[in-house]
């Protein structure tokens, strides 16, 4: 049904065409996503939500991406989040358009905005193929949200990292206090940063396991991303989209619970002729070929 | 109701007179409680564990506070853990009163008693407003307990740590089992501190994230808790309130979850007028003011 | 009823009399279990998985047990993984016996045969006694899924580790998945590694949390861990079995199950006269001596 | 965001134009929704899963509706369930589109497209105000999934029931195994009907409590519907819509998950200008008027 | 600790003094607790939900007691809910004092509030004996809400039952909503009645499952109540009172964590005394005599 | 792996011979398994626990069974329960032998003991085909704890339904506390029943919901299960095999995990042939014959 319609073609970037974003094929298998509004520090206004959601969403069921590179342009920032200044002028999140004074509608409102702004970024957990950010320079508030929902969190060492939101009197809500937790490896840190909303910077971020790399600018971390989807996008689809399913489901389940889905997703996937040909290939030392998926 | 009877001034020390505990305001919106019974290593007798329990009951609704540091008094350790000589003489947990010689009642006992020392370490996580805990010297069994129900810990270099209950016949019930496994970033050193009960320091207790910060000395390391409470008090309360509380629940349950209640917190905490006040003290460079909590 | 028939005297190897298996028990309390097909690099057949799954099943109840040592024999790898060529024969996970060319039925074949194996590596989790796994060499695929599944991992220097799945077309599906974002403090690096079975070493395993040591050679690694299970096998058996079951629990679980779980186990266990034992040997310096569980 | 453009007018039937669907608004507040194929016995083509899924997403949040009522058009059926015929001329869920013959591939097409049309049945449920099935005639395998979304059911005495899935060799994927336990009280009869395919009529569905009251003939059943709708529809639409999240909350979780979930729900909804209203209006012995939601 | 300075004699009535409350001791280890405010329909002020948490923690305790009847003074009502009157004069749940004008920290109250509510009809369900409700005559709102959180519920034939707080604008927050969809048997019917806030009577309670007996008065229904009582506590008080606890249990979590944690409960309970006891008794065909718990 | 040995032929009964219990197959593809001990009114002794557990392992993956009817030999009962006097000669549950005086390791003892009984009793909801339970005369204690586990349950108008235990001093620990909540409509009935131990009725029992079917007496009973048994034996065992799976998943969580579960689960399942050929046959309005499973 969803799928009926969706063929691109490899490498279709005409066909990711939005104002804000970058999308391009810069080699089999690889999709690079690239956040695109650098006079402004990357930051976010409502309609690159939308289409962030929406490339991220294309991309999962695009037969010809295993995996996919976000970055962001320019040398200063990956972004400085949410446009606050064009958030305040309403119909925002930190300003809602008030059609009614009462405090239980507007409740309701913001409700469901808060569910549709989160849905946006889930749009990149969701992605079946693997994600892969490099961040660099300012990345604050939104930069950890999206970063979150991504599966490989690389950085250059001049990224300065901030989870901002109670600087601004919010508990953040689209995605880091629900992520966060389960990304690293230091309940004490998490509730440092987000409670103090200070700045850290990327060797502190390697050392509680927030980012597994970090290298020198931005361009040797964009180029160890691009290794890396590169190397993801050599192996069986079927595998890595599982590998990634299995390990999202699994973070949040009882150790039993991740082992009952596994089975059950296994009893089909197992069956792929992918297994063979790997099999076959890691025998005769060459390069398998894979379906796409 | 509860909110009531419960109205605090600023800085009203007085109120909080506990035999062993010093509970003091030293500056606006921060409390210090500080465990005081230093010629015992401040172990814990039965009334210490319900006099901290409600005094964090208290601090929680008190409008005029909005972090809270946790220390022990002395030189020597933050606490040696449970007061065992005292807890032997009958009346504890490790020597309950014994009614009957029932297994079967005895065990209901045991529940009652287990059950209500756990709640009291559970005061620390359910205080709304934030605690740093700051530890040094001999930081034992409870030690662990109380910390790993605080938000941040920190630590002097000299701190000795140990997860000390397998080496009185014990598996440790009061938190340590429950909470150890989602504070730190590695389940190999869980167990093996908590089978072995070896004693270790703040370098390794940093490197696997049980604490977030290591420090000379017990006085530089409080002066550090003291400036990050202060940092945190500065902030809005409704937005450091909300990402405690935000944190905690999601720690424990699925990203989905964690979302969900995201954004039904807040539907109605978005709406506090600490969001325009702190993004035009953000564009006028001054310092926001908040109301009470 | 199953603990009827279940009473090997202490030391008893003989009646662990396996093809790939040495066991035998090197100290009081203390059994060492070896992987031992050191011409094969360690590499499992069917059997071998059953046989680890029967071997941890017995020790589980055996009284004269209170810590095991899991190790690989000869200096090469603690294990390769699966025996790919055993495998591709027939009968296997990854080549199973089709009775039916039916989609369905096939997977209802692989279902059960993956339940199955997850099982045998589960045995060891579910053993009652603490299990320290000590790796070297080459420990790929099944290297992980077993050790996660033990409580307490250690590593020669020389450790090659790999989540080698993806490489032949598949998801891990005996375990690794399940348990290893459960097991370190870094999501990033999880998904990294299990996307690109990329080879890692003893100090990066160290550094995200994976192996709580690392030793400078095999033999080293192997003193270390005897040294623990020694440790571990010195205390009162009721406290380090109860903290192994109330870990595992507490791993999965929200803060209040864990505690509430906790208190019920405790409300049977604190009866145990380790405790009195354990506090008496303590005031008078001595070793305690504990009855067999 | 989602919210902005969403301003229907109070019964603007006229942008509610599906092919196979009537959308009226018989009264103020009530929306009556008509599954309208009737020659067909109201069976379900692919078209009008995407625009029953539309027609509640947008009647989710259309402020002027409290209250949805949902029959079949016709004398004969309620829904006879998916249009067999036309799914199995492929592109659908039993017969879907094979692009690949390999079955991991496969696999992953009949996952997505499962989810997809899940989705579109859970749209009823996601539904904020509260929505009346109302059954007669035919009401086969779709007609439960679709009705078991559905917050209450009536029924004609004359319906006839099945799930119907078994009988095309398939177990029912679209909600009916995962909702079916919950909405009745007892899993005995959930085996029996659900394993053999049998029909079953009103008077049983009413006595293991799948329907809350069953009406001589369609056009009773109809009337009770509508009017239960307007009883809803008088009602606060803040309470009402708040009702059934929390009934539906509650249902898949703890009570104490319950309890936390209701409290913080109810922190913004309680001060809502309606509980005045509604308060006064019981003094005064009028009828309240509220806002719309 | 909380075990220590509980011990009341049997049949203490006078210990158990409240203003609006009569607790009765009407037989051995039977207490009854009877609503008084006749007056006002048994209506309740805040005080009495003080009360009442309090009674039931203190008779969870009282080692006299092993079951509890719960029944409402007067011919008209067993309670007509909160005295609505009372709260709108300010200081309640539904007319909090407002000590800001600010929506988040009005919420803070608010919750607060609710959390401290919910948790005093939650003391029914925490008190450790079994609790039978009996209603009678006008049953609305709060009447639900406290006997959902019983165990057993008897109603007498003339009971008018009523979900009643969408009428007052609310979505009903104190339990009603968390527990009722778990106490019956119909999905719709729970819906129908939370949505319509229509008066129910007895013979509709026992059709679908709200209550297990209806009988032709007050006085019939209370002395089945009685009888009830009385038949439990002549068993094992600690097979009564885990029975409470491992259904309560299981009815929230899956089959398997209801079967593991009972399995741990019964580690202890099945070393008491009162299994030889009751064995004997049958076989002597003397009633037995247990100690108390 | 665990399918490898299993290849018993169709209505091979032989293959099935324990001593207290008859295996037959009455017709193609159903098995009948029946309780015989009818001179101790099937009262069950140890190797019973065994033995059923092994049947049901047995027939689980037997190809050629797809329904299976339980039912007790002879005319008074189903089964009486634990046979008591077997059980209080030592070396059980309720009289464990006690190879230790130490309540701890009692404890642990016993804990094995009810694990391994409840996954005696489990075996038959394990088994992946749908099993059919007929009572009829005395079905006490393990009465329920069998039925609860199966499928569908029916019973003779004479049978007389008791949960027993709390008249031994036990809080029923096999399995009738964790799965009774869940399989009627009634909380307040099961309460009841659980607490009084009364005897009830086959009326009573298909009012709440515990039964679905009551016949004018055993042989009645026993042809209504048999008919019932006969036609899921004629649907596809992949329908019926995952409809079982998914039921069982879906009562125990969410409703969106069992969406999740049940679209995972049939991504391989729908790729049956079976699908097409139920179609075909209701076209050609033939019997579909469907291959082993």
Same mark, same amino acid.
């Given at each position: 049904?969803?799928?009926?319609?969706?063929?691109?073609?490899?490498?279709?970037?005409?066909?990711?065409?939005?104002?804000?974003?970058?999308?391009?094929?810069?080699?089999?298998?690889?999709?690079?996503?690239?956040?695109?509004?650098?006079?402004?520090?990357?930051?976010?206004?409502?309609?690159?939500?939308?289409?962030?959601?929406?490339?991220?969403?294309?991309?999962?069921?695009?037969?010809?991406?295993?995996?996919?590179?976000?970055?962001?342009?320019?040398?200063?920032?990956?972004?400085?989040?949410?446009?606050?200044?064009?958030?305040?002028?309403?119909?925002?999140?930190?300003?809602?358009?008030?059609?009614?004074?009462?405090?239980?509608?507007?409740?309701?409102?913001?409700?469901?905005?808060?569910?549709?702004?989160? +849905?946006? @970024?889930?749009? =990149?957990? !969701?992605?079946? #193929?693997? &994600?892969?950010?490099?961040?660099?320079?300012?990345?604050?508030? /939104?930069?950890?949200?999206?970063?979150?929902?991504?599966?490989?969190?690389?950085?250059?060492?001049?990224?300065?990292?901030?989870?901002?939101?109670?600087?601004?009197?919010?508990? +953040?809500? @689209?995605?880091? =206090?629900? !992520?966060?937790? #389960?990304? &690293?490896?230091?309940?004490?840190?998490?509730?440092?940063?987000? /409670?103090?909303?200070?700045?850290?910077?990327?060797?502190?971020?390697?050392?509680?396991?927030?980012?597994?790399?970090?290298?020198?600018?931005?361009?040797?971390?964009?180029?160890?991303?691009?290794?890396?989807?590169?190397?993801?996008?050599? #192996?069986?689809?079927?595998?890595?989209?599982?590998?990634?399913?299995?390990?999202?489901?699994?973070?949040?389940?009882?150790?039993?619970?991740?082992?009952?889905?596994?089975?059950?997703?296994?009893?089909?996937?197992?069956?792929?002729?992918?297994?063979?040909?790997?099999?076959?290939?890691?025998?005769?030392?060459?390069?398998?070929?894979?379906?796409?998926?």
């Amino acid at each position: 049904m969803v799928s009926a319609g969706e063929k691109p073609a490899a490498g279709a970037a005409e066909e990711y065409n939005y104002e804000y974003f970058n999308v391009s094929f810069p080699q089999e298998y690889v999709a690079h996503v690239e956040i695109s509004r650098p006079e402004k520090l990357n930051a976010f206004v409502e309609k690159m939500w939308l289409n962030i959601s929406a490339i991220f969403a294309r991309l999962s069921h695009n037969p010809s991406v295993r995996a996919i590179l976000l970055t962001g342009a320019g040398e200063r920032a990956f972004t400085a989040g949410l446009d606050v200044q064009a958030a305040s002028q309403g119909g925002s999140i930190i300003n809602p358009l008030s059609p009614s004074p009462d405090v239980a509608r507007k409740a309701n409102t913001l409700r469901r905005d808060i569910l549709a702004f989160q +849905a946006c @970024i889930t749009a =990149l957990e !969701r992605c079946e #193929k693997p &994600v892969i950010a490099v961040l660099h320079g300012i990345s604050y508030g /939104l930069a950890l949200d999206l970063s979150l929902a991504c599966d490989v969190r690389l950085a250059a060492a001049s990224t300065a990292f901030s989870v901002k939101e109670v600087d601004i009197g919010l508990a +953040a809500d @689209i995605g880091t =206090l629900s !992520r966060l937790p #389960k990304a &690293v490896g230091s309940a004490s840190w998490v509730k440092d940063v987000c /409670l103090s909303a200070r700045v850290f910077g990327a060797e502190e971020a390697l050392r509680v396991g927030l980012v597994s790399g970090v290298y020198k600018d931005k361009g040797a971390a964009v180029a160890a991303g691009a290794e890396l989807a590169a190397a993801i996008a050599s #192996k069986s689809p079927v595998a890595t989209a599982g590998t990634k399913e299995l390990l999202n489901y699994s973070r949040d389940r009882t150790v039993e619970e991740g082992l009952r889905y596994t089975a059950v997703w296994n009893m089909a996937m197992v069956q792929t002729g992918d297994v063979k040909d790997a099999l076959l290939s890691g025998l005769k030392k060459t390069r398998p070929v894979f379906a796409k998926l």
